[in-house]
């Protein structure tokens, strides 16, 4: 089993930033990859960016340039630090870790872009 817990979320005018942070616990020295997705109303669940234990970096190319993803293995967080943020970039950011076959998922945490 892994939990996840995210924070950072928020309110932040277009062009501004946010970094978001996800705590890992449990098994999780099996957790390979981890990454960040985003669900807008309406829409479905859409990937945002992983990075796998080798420290391959893999962005959907609607935040590429804009978006970074990191990785604290000692502390088990993962990053997403977000700059230049778009209102199209409104969402529910969910942390996402795969363990082989297994996917799992945190609460999430709102992110508006707004003026």
């Known amino acids: 089993q892994v939990h996840l817990v995210e924070s950072g979320g928020g309110l932040v005018q277009p062009g501004g930033s946010l970094r978001l942070s996800c705590a890992a616990s449990g098994n999780i020295f099996s957790i390979n990859p981890m990454g960040w997705y985003r669900q807008a109303p309406g829409k479905e669940r859409e990937f945002v960016a992983r990075?796998?234990?080798?420290?391959?970096?893999l962005y959907v190319d609607s935040v590429k340039g804009r978006f970074t993803i990191s990785r604290d293995n000692a502390k088990n967080m993962v990053y997403l630090q977000m700059n230049s943020l778009k209102p199209e970039d409104t969402a529910v950011y969910y942390c996402n870790a795969r363990v082989r076959a297994i996917e799992y998922w945190g609460r999430g945490t709102q992110v508006t872009v707004s003026s």
């Open positions: 990075i796998f234990n080798g420290g391959s970096i």
